[in-house]
């Protein structure tokens, strides 16, 4: 079955980039997604594949995807982005999450 | 708005079934997939399956194939999801979630639901 791989977690001071990476075969010929998950609260998108952000994610995050490695970047991290992440993606007809990340703001 | 509201907690013993339910307040169902993913306590997602309620077709993980059921009805814009034969590794929050389908994201969530599987 398809893996995506993410670090267990990364550490960022406020208003510098975390950088988060997520890793599975061929990934750059997949869609993928990333979700940020705050303790007790459901998932959230937060990246988008156009260049038509959508109204509730902030500018803040962007993705890239390419090899074998997506990345989501969230630049001028505040401490409202401490959270865990997961990436998604689609493999025939099913879906995997990543691992999963948890951004510490320090 | 669009929310997914889904059913209260529950407490299971091994080897019983559970069902859980998850309604569509935004009205637009057609049209849509709806997804199951679960997430045991301090881990992560993990996805179980999907069913695209116009068609009535479901395709579910490997790792549930013949556990899981997941249903639409159409008339209460609710999709349900079944596990049965529980273990106490099945205690977990289980989310529903809504998307456009393959390679599409799942947006919006429900509030989860939380499945306790003690003896």
């Known amino acids: 079955s398809y893996e995506l791989t993410q670090p267990p977690s990364v550490s960022v001071s406020p208003g510098q980039t975390a950088i988060i990476t997520c890793s599975g075969d061929?990934?750059?010929?997949?869609y993928v997604w990333w979700y940020q998950q705050k303790p007790g609260q459901s998932p959230v998108r937060v990246n988008?594949?156009?260049?038509k952000r959508p109204s509730g994610i902030p500018g803040r995050f962007s993705g890239s995807n390419s090899g074998n490695t997506a990345t989501l970047t969230i630049s001028g991290t505040q401490a409202v982005d401490e959270a865990d992440y997961y990436c998604q993606a689609w493999d025939s007809s099913t879906t995997v999450f990543g691992t999963g990340t948890k951004v510490i703001v320090l | 708005q669009v929310q997914l509201v889904q059913s209260g907690a529950e407490m299971k013993k091994p080897g019983s079934s559970v069902k859980v339910s998850c309604k569509d307040s935004?009205?637009?169902?057609?049209?849509?997939?709806f997804y199951w993913v679960r997430q045991a306590p301090g881990q992560g997602l993990e996805w179980m399956g999907g069913i695209i309620p116009i068609l009535g077709s479901a395709n579910y993980a490997q790792n549930f194939q013949g556990r899981v059921t997941i249903t639409a009805d159409k008339s209460t814009t609710t999709v349900h999801m079944d596990l049965t034969s529980l273990r106490f590794e099945d205690t977990a929050t289980y989310f529903c979630a809504r998307g456009m389908g393959w390679n599409h994201p799942f947006e919006p969530w429900g509030q989860g639901t939380l499945v306790t599987v003690s003896s």
């Open positions: 988008y594949q156009n260049s």
């Open positions: 061929k990934l750059g010929d997949k």
């Open positions: 935004g009205g637009t169902f057609s049209g849509y997939t």
